[in-house]
């Protein structure tokens, strides 16, 4: 019936929203350690790292990785501030 369509519907989009968000996050995470490393030195790169790792962290959901928290340590640990 209808209702029962609906429902699969439904959950299949939350299960794509969801691995959208979680490809979005290691997407952050990955810009996000690029500046922890290889363009450590570029003016910014501090602030651009955190920005990062800020909306990798908006992107990752309760069930999800722990890489934006993993990067947000990182990044502390670098700071001086971990």
Known sequence: TGG???E???KTLQMALLETRSQLCGAHCSIAELYLTDLC???G???LCEASLQAALGMDDAE??????QGMANL???QGRG
Not at 64 to 69: E, I, N, S, V
């Open 4 to 6: 029962i369509e609906e």
């Open 41 to 43: 030195y570029d003016p």
């Open 8 to 10: 699969k519907e439904t």
């Open 64 to 69: 999800g990785t722990p890489d934006a928290l």
């Open 76 to 78: 502390r640990l670098s």
């Open 45 to 47: 790169a501090e602030k």
